[in-house]
Nanobody, 116 residues
C-alpha cells in the first residue's frame, strides 16, 4: 500500500509561482513512477507532468511545458512540482499519483487557485 500526501497549494496571483510537494510512504519509493494530475471544476482530471522511477525521464502536458518542472528526492521520498508563470487556467485541485507494479495510487489533492 502506498500513501501519498500533497502539500503546497494555495492562492497566488497570475504570473506567480507555487511549489507543490507529494510525500510518499513505503520503502520502495525508488521504483514508483510518479505524476501530477489536476482537475478543474466541472472538468475531467487531466495529466500535468510525470517522472520515471529513475528520475531520468520526464513528460509534460503541452499546456504547462516551459512553466512547470517535476522532480523527485529519493532521500525524502518526495516528488515536487515547481509551477512558474501561473495562469488563471491553472486553477484546479492537483493530485499526486504513484504507480507501483502496475497499480496506481492517488493522493487526496491540494487546491491551487490563480487570481487575476
Amino acid at each position: 500500500q502506498v500513501q501519498l500526501v500533497e502539500s503546497g497549494g494555495g492562492l497566488v496571483q497570475a504570473g506567480g509561482s507555487l511549489r507543490l510537494s507529494c510525500a510518499a510512504s513505503g520503502r520502495t519509493f525508488r521504483r514508483y513512477a510518479m505524476g501530477w494530475f489536476r482537475q478543474a471544476p466541472e472538468k475531467e482530471r487531466e495529466f500535468v507532468a510525470a517522472i520515471s522511477w529513475s528520475g531520468l525521464s520526464t513528460d509534460y502536458a503541452d499546456s504547462v511545458k516551459g512553466r512547470f518542472t517535476i522532480s523527485r528526492d529519493y532521500t525524502k521520498n518526495t516528488v515536487s512540482l515547481q509551477m512558474d508563470s501561473l495562469k488563471l487556467e491553472d486553477t484546479a485541485v492537483y493530485y499526486c499519483k504513484a504507480t507501483d507494479l502496475g497499480i496506481d495510487y492517488w493522493g487526496r489533492g491540494t487546491q491551487v487557485t490563480v487570481s487575476s
